[in-house]
């Protein structure tokens, strides 16, 4: 009935008619607060945003009270000067991290397509893998602390994709094997998520639903790391006073690399964690969607067969991350997903849109990550707008940031100067964000609570009678700026 009205009907009408639905049992109370958040009369955002400059929008979406992050990679979300502090303390742990600066040709005719590619500048290796290396190799290594300050520069750009020559292909084959060992220690990580807290707590956000592994992880002697072991330092890291203060709940997710031949095991062993231990709230499958290994209905037996032994274990799915038409997203909505991952070429499967209008699905929007990975050219390409417009819920997340060098706010940045937001569709896209969240029910009304209190508090400072002026006057908090809006649109320039 919704979607057949063809005049804007009233706030309340809009409310009457979501309450229907609801009582029809096809969508959820929380999607009802996401669908239809509070909104001003008054049009004091379009008058902002015509006025303002591109920093002094910046700084007012860095302010602005946000709500969550629902897709983030927690390996891909550390910035490389937050690797290189966090790899210098591990020292504490007994890691030492030597990075490779230059080349003495002691290999030849090695495999530059697999992941030991030898040729790889900056990869970084931890002390025990340095000692495992012949000795032509090992003089091909220096200690992350002895770096020049020009190879110090080097090997941070090399984990960011800020090249216009690079792309998917840079990301996927290089990104990752460079910090590979890196994010197998799990005291750097579980730092990494403080890390991302108190930038994400900075930024006004308050939920992060992040995925990171439990296994994999080893000692500086080489030796794993039992599963257990690693939640519990993720859990003390997490008890500690100064990741409370950052006011940012956090729930993690276990993923699974599609196509690999034991993805199916890892789907089970990692179904099983998640139901046996609450700080994990969901599943993912991630990798290219172009190696079709990784189909989704791949996974479809081995789910059934899961649903069978457990209860409340949540997926959110990356699908349509390809820039060509397929059904990957119907096909990942069968699987059980409740949340899909980018979902660029939804566009492109008229009916699975209109079965995912006013939900109860999700698409994790992620702008940056689409652009930089080259599944659109431009963002005129995007469907994002089309998403949002035609009642598909969506909500805006960060993907790996620290290889974007980006933040949420970057995200919204973009949102807004590209597709001209609305303050409604702004606060929609935030409370979307915590309400298809995976968090326990009664942390979700809490969240919600709070973020819809600190918009409205927000909101004061810019609405009339106070000009936008005045509003900005009474802002103190200082944006971060990073690399890819310095790049894209000329920000620090100003």
């Not at 956000?205 to 990171?212: D, F, H, K, N, S």
């Not at 999700?362 to 963002?379: K, P, R």
């Not at 949102?415 to 942390?443: C, G, H, M, P, T």
Request: a negative charge; one cysteine or more.
């Amino acid at each position: 009935m919704i979607a057949r009205l063809n005049t804007a009907p009233t706030p309340s009408l809009v409310g009457m008619l979501l309450l229907l639905v609801v009582a029809a049992g096809l969508l959820s109370t929380t999607a009802v607060i996401a669908a239809n958040p509070p909104s001003p009369a008054s049009h004091w955002f379009e008058t902002l945003k015509d006025n303002a400059s591109d920093r002094e929008l910046h700084r007012f979406l860095y302010a602005m009270p946000k709500g969550g992050d629902l897709h983030n990679h927690l390996t891909g979300a550390i910035h490389p000067e937050w690797f290189h502090e966090l790899a210098l303390a591990a020292e504490d742990q007994g890691y030492t991290y030597y990075a490779k600066t230059k080349i003495n040709n002691c290999r030849f005719g090695s495999n530059e397509f697999g992941p030991n590619a030898y040729l790889l500048m900056f990869r970084t290796l931890q002390q025990s893998m340095v000692d495992a290396l012949p000795e032509c190799e090992q003089g091909e290594y220096t200690a992350l602390k002895d770096l020049t300050a020009e190879q110090l520069q080097a090997w941070q750009n090399s984990q960011r994709l800020d090249k216009p020559h690079e792309g998917r292909s840079e990301f996927f084959e290089a990104h990752w094997a460079r910090i590979s060992a890196m994010v197998v220690n799990p005291y750097l990580i579980a730092e990494a998520i403080y890390y991302n807290m108190r930038s994400f707590g900075a930024e006004g956000m308050l939920y992060l639903e992040t995925q990171v592994p439990v296994s994999g992880y080893i000692k500086p002697d080489g030796s794993a790391y039992d599963p257990l072991e690693v939640l519990e330092i993720f859990r003390s890291r997490l008890q500690q006073a100064d990741a409370k203060a950052t006011g940012v709940t956090v729930r993690f997710q276990l993923s699974i690399l599609r196509f690999l031949p034991t993805a199916e095991d890892d789907l089970r062993r990692m179904y099983k964690f998640v139901a046996e231990h609450p700080e994990f709230v969901g599943v993912n499958a991630v990798g290219r969607e172009d190696n079709d290994k990784g189909y989704p209905l791949r996974f479809l037996k081995t789910l059934r067969e899961l649903r069978r032994e457990y209860s409340g274990v949540r997926l959110s799915i990356h699908a349509g991350e390809v820039d060509e038409p397929n059904q990957h997203v119907k096909d990942t909505l069968l699987l059980g997903a409740d949340r899909i991952g980018h979902g660029v070429n939804l566009i492109t499967d008229p009916d699975t849109m209109v079965l995912m209008r006013h939900g109860p699905y999700m698409v994790e929007i992620n702008l940056i990550s689409n652009l930089l990975l080259e599944y659109i050219s431009d963002y005129k390409d995007h469907p994002f707008p089309e998403y949002l417009r035609v009642g598909i819920p969506v909500a805006l997340s960060t993907d790996d940031r620290g290889m974007w060098d980006s933040t949420l706010t970057d995200e919204f940045f973009v949102a807004v100067k590209e597709f001209d937001l609305s303050w409604s569709e702004i606060r929609e896209l935030s409370n979307n964000s915590i309400a298809y969240s995976f968090v326990e029910q009664d942390q979700k009304q809490e969240l919600l609570g709070k973020l819809n209190k600190r918009l409205d508090a927000f909101e004061k400072q810019f609405r009339p009678p106070l000009t936008a002026r005045q509003g900005f006057g009474r802002l103190k908090k200082q944006p971060e700026y990073r690399g890819f809006l310095c790049r894209q649109y000329n920000l620090c320039a100003e």
